[in-house]
Nanobody, 118 residues
Framework: VQLQASGGGLVQAGDSLRLSCAAS????????MGWFRQAPGEEREFVAD????????NYADSVKGRFTISRDKAKNAVDLQMNTLKPEDTAVYYC????????????WGQGTQVTVSS
């Protein structure tokens, strides 16, 4: 399985970015795809996830109402639309995948840098 994240960049506070995670190597029926982020000196933290089958979503409180996760079954991809970005959203963003029955993520992408200036 390969996950390829893209779409990061340098933006100003209040701007938007859309991250994309292209998945290959398997189908993701009965899987959950998620986005995590890691700021310098911090641990990796959960941002959002989505069930592949039904598209049920879950968000961290810090991004609720600003970020939207979606999946495109035809493209085998998961996107993260980030609006009203804040400097504290600055981090390396990683996409990951796990089986629905597991709590552990089995696959990770390489990460994409998001930098939000004030």
């Amino acid at each position: 399985v390969q996950l390829q994240a893209s779409g990061g960049g340098l933006v100003q506070a209040g701007d938007s970015l859309r991250l994309s995670c292209a998945a290959s190597g398997r189908t993701f029926t009965n899987h959950v795809m998620g986005w995590f982020r890691q700021a310098p000196g911090e641990e990796r933290e959960f941002v959002a996830d989505i069930t592949w089958n039904l598209g049920t979503t879950n968000y961290a409180d810090s991004v609720k109402g600003r970020f939207t996760i979606s999946r495109d079954k035809a493209k085998n991809a998961v996107d993260l639309q980030m609006n009203t970005l804040k400097p504290e959203d600055t981090a390396v963003y990683y996409c990951g995948g796990r089986r629905s029955a597991s709590r552990n993520y089995n696959w990770w992408g390489q990460g994409t840098q998001v930098t939000v200036s004030s």
